[in-house]
């Protein structure tokens, strides 16, 4: 017979450990907050300024705004005028400009004909990033370009327009993300370390000789955290309102419904890890070892697309993959839970397996 | 109930790899008394603690606790035993009634429990510290609030690990105090030592050596039963008898004590202060009398023997 009675005191014990735990009491809102300053501030996809030079054969009125028209992009910065082509190759080669630009002299000509291309981007390919900010160069009116090396040519063909986020800023895309990043390494944390602690401190050889069960103990230890795992979320989503004019499209009621989806399947994932590890110090490295590949496939880092086969089945299985589907939805997209059961029910899967091997894993008994 | 063994195990073998930990213990455990493990460190005594409460299984053998076979489900058995560690395994952030209240809780003492919680904290004089975290307690407090928690919800047989092994002798002698009144009570307690007075407040007595059962009985029966003779030698130059005595096979032992020697000679001998008195020629001493042995004796001998030179 489960005990609530059990459970309760096993929750009720872990707050107190948590209140007088100082150093970990202000990490439950020191990491949401650091964390997300920095990533909301610091990481930014959408680039603005690269050092660009260039070079204007045809010097009229047309290619003159075609200029300042890349400018008044913000993009580039228009720093370096060079005499040729050549010498745009040597200013990219030596990484003082990330873009070059190079309008030809029958610039005019080719636009009244219609002979594309108009003009010519030479951009860094080294760096991915870049060059997909210069794609959006591209679809400035009037421009683009004649092959001259493939490698750093790009045609214009067709205008971008960006749905959901179409000032392209990265704190609308990040943040909401940051918050199964956020949980996924506070909350399996909390938990990885829960029993291994009582094991570490010699609580665990009283504990399992009196009656209480495994799952009692499991279902006692995640309970708090589902709380701390709110508080969380609050700061986060807060924080992106606030600082970062996240719009919240969809329904708070549902997001918050799959946050706790999401919760408890990284707190399950911790007690697994929790009765893997001897120490706190193995589940400490358990756990970045089971976060590493979360953040890198779940779709946070790069696009879930752009990954091999293999690497999308993998990432099917993380918490992450669908708590970032679902954020996204609801937040960004402004859909209802119901439309995204298909990661919802991922995660409740998730959880009833973790729940299943974590008390079969620990065994009541020393050997 | 009474006089019904509490505990009964037979064969009861324990390794770890190569090591035998408890090697085929074959023990009973009467009710209502204090039953002491005595043994030096690394003999055995927590392993066999441990397979008695469940927390082991054992690789060979079986026991059975309060009925219950302990190679079986033990969930039961865990409400009518109290377990005390060697090492204080309280929640050391957690005030004493708190740490009261989970255990309270986690044995499901249910309405009683906020009065059998004022209870031990009266029994075991923790008015004081009510409200203090475990870890700021003496060593004797947080064993007298160790044994309020192994005892609170009233278990028929409790296991004490090495319990005063941390601890001052004044707060020793208070914790004895407190196993005799439960003793009295009519609760079962196995307690482990390495402490001979403690060994010698104990009902009944098993000494374990490199987890063999060596000796078994009351600790006057076995000074009784001891198969040595102790020989007291008073000498000036303590060192240069030894060298002699020890020399001979039929010394099991010679222990110093300031300017005295305990000598152990082996039963064979018809009167064992002359045979003394003949192994010392010339070497200086001021008396040989035959004397009762001590409990340490009767240790010395039973430690002796199995994991000794011979």
């Known amino acids: 017979m489960i005990s609530f009675r059990r459970i309760f005191a096993v929750a009720g014990k872990e707050l107190i450990h948590l209140r007088r735990d100082r150093v970990t009491g202000g990490l439950v809102l020191g990491i949401p ?59 990219l080669r030596r990484g003082e400009i990330s873009v070059g630009i190079y309008i030809p002299a029958d610039f005019e000509r080719r636009i009244a004909r219609q002979e594309f291309p108009y003009a010519q981007l030479l951009v860094d390919g080294s760096d991915p990033v870049v060059l997909s900010a210069v794609r959006g160069l591209q679809s400035l009116p009037v421009t683009p370009p004649r092959d001259l090396n493939v490698n750093h040519v790009i045609r214009a063909s067709f205008e971008l327009r960006p749905f959901y986020n179409p000032e392209r800023r990265s704190a609308v895309f990040i943040v909401p993300g940051l918050t199964g990043v956020i949980l996924t390494l506070t909350m399996v944390l909390f938990t990885a370390t829960a029993i291994v602690r009582e094991r570490d401190q010699g609580n665990l050889e009283l504990l399992i000789a009196t009656p209480i069960q495994s799952l009692e103990l499991m279902t006692g230890k995640i309970l708090p955290y589902i709380v701390i795992g709110y508080v969380q979320v609050g700061v986060i989503l807060a924080l992106g309102v606030w600082l970062f004019d996240v719009p919240v499209r969809g ?24 009765t893997l590890a001897a120490s706190q110090f193995q589940a400490f490295q358990l756990t970045f070892i089971s976060f590493l590949p979360q953040m890198l496939l779940s779709g946070y880092m790069f696009p879930f697309e752009g990954m091999p086969r293999a690497a999308q089945y993998l990432a099917e299985l993380f918490p992450l993959t669908h708590f970032l589907r679902i954020v996204r939805g609801i937040i960004l997209r402004g859909a209802e839970l119901s439309e995204l059961q298909a990661d919802v029910w991922p995660l409740a899967v998730f959880f009833a397996v973790m729940m299943v091997i974590a008390p079969l894993r620990f065994r009541k008994r020393l050997d | 109930m009474a006089g019904d063994p509490v505990i009964i195990a037979s064969d009861l073998t324990r390794r770890f790899g190569q090591l035998v930990a408890v090697d085929h213990l074959n023990l009973t455990v009467p009710a209502g008394r204090i039953y002491g ?9 927590s392993t066999a603690i441990r397979m008695l409460c469940g927390l082991l299984r054992p690789s060979e053998g079986n026991a059975t606790v309060l009925g219950t076979d302990i190679r079986g489900s033990t969930a039961a058995l865990r409400h009518r035993i109290g377990y005390m560690t060697q090492r204080f395994s309280l929640y050391g952030d957690l005030t004493v009634v708190e740490n009261l ?5 986690v044995y499901d003492l249910g309405r009683s429990s906020a009065e059998r919680i004022e209870q031990q904290i009266e029994r075991f004089s923790l008015q004081q510290q009510k409200n203090q975290l475990a870890d700021t307690m003496s060593g004797g407090q947080r064993q007298r609030l160790a044994l309020a928690t192994a005892s609170l919800h009233k278990p028929e047989l409790l296991f004490l690990d090495e319990p005063t092994s ?42 374990l050596n ?65 045979y003394v008195n003949g192994l010392l020629k010339g070497v200086r001493y001021s008396s040989i009398t035959a004397i009762e042995p001590s409990l340490e004796d009767v240790f010395v001998m039973a430690t002796h023997h199995v994991g000794g030179d011979r």
């Open chain 1, 33 to 91: 907050l650091i964390l997300t300053l920095l990533f909301g501030y610091a990481i930014n996809q959408d680039i603005r300024h690269l050092q660009a030079g260039w070079v204007d054969m045809a010097e009229t009125q047309a290619s003159r705004g075609l200029l300042q028209d890349a400018m008044a992009s913000q993009v580039v910065d228009l720093v370096r005028r060079a005499g040729s082509t050549a010498e745009l190759e040597m200013l």
């Open chain 1, 251 to 274: 329904s708070l009621i549902d997001f918050l419904m799959a946050a706790l989806f999401f919760v408890i399947s990284a707190l399950s994932l911790g007690l697994v890890i929790s």
């Open chain 2, 37 to 45: 493990f005595l043994g030096p460190n690394g003999s055995g005594k």
């Open chain 2, 101 to 105: 209240r989970f255990f309270a809780s």
């Open chain 2, 166 to 207: 941390a601890v001052d002798p004044e707060s020793r002698r208070e914790f004895w105090e407190f196993l005799f009144e439960m003793a009295d009570d009519g609760v079962t307690i196995l307690v482990s030592t390495h402490f001979m007075d403690e060994a010698e407040r104990c009902h009944r007595l098993a000494i």
């Open chain 2, 210 to 274: 490199h987890g063999v059962l060596v000796a078994d009985g009351t600790p006057d029966r076995l000074k009784e039963e001891m198969a040595a003779r102790v020989i007291e030698v008073r000498s000036p130059d303590p060192g240069g008898v030894r060298r002699q005595l020890l020399g001979a096979e039929t010394v099991l032992d010679c222990t110093q004590l300031g300017t005295r020697l305990h000598v152990m000679i082996d039963g064979s001998q018809g009167d064992p202060a002359a």
